[in-house]
């Protein structure tokens, strides 16, 4: 993709799976520094719950709307696993609101038209 690829290969496109920006996850490890009373707590940081269906789909419209051109993707069979965790992988992120006060301050559109970008601009 931007690298000379127009297909995207994926397994089950039903499968979901929790995200986050990393400039989001840096400021959570921010926040972990200042606050001494967290100490040896254990939480997850996460900000979307996207399928791999949304994921594809959005790529597609950002490299259409960057003049990237269209992109398909392709079911690869070999991809999909048979497990509950296949389908839905959803982690419970409230302590990190809890404990942090954090929130994720970027969209999921945002992050990944951003990640999006720079992986195309990086050299094979």
């Not at 921010?30 to 790529?59: H, M, P, W």
């Not at 404990?99 to 720079?118: N, R």
Request: charged letters at 30%.
């Amino acid at each position: 993709i931007g690298r000379g690829e127009k297909e995207i290969s994926v397994g089950s496109l039903e499968a979901r799976r929790n995200f986050v920006y990393v400039e989001d996850l840096c400021q959570a490890y921010l926040q972990c520094l200042e606050k001494e009373e967290i100490r040896g707590q254990i939480f997850n940081v996460c900000a979307y719950n996207k399928s791999i269906q949304e994921i594809a789909d959005t790529i597609k419209e950002i490299a259409e709307k960057h003049g990237i051109g269209r992109i398909e993707y392709l079911r690869d069979e070999s991809r999909v696993r048979s497990s509950s965790l296949e389908t839905d992988f959803q982690m419970d992120c409230r302590l990190a609101k809890e404990l942090l006060g954090w929130e994720p301050q970027t969209s999921f559109d945002d992050a990944l038209t951003k990640t999006f970008l720079h992986y195309i601009s990086e050299p094979k």
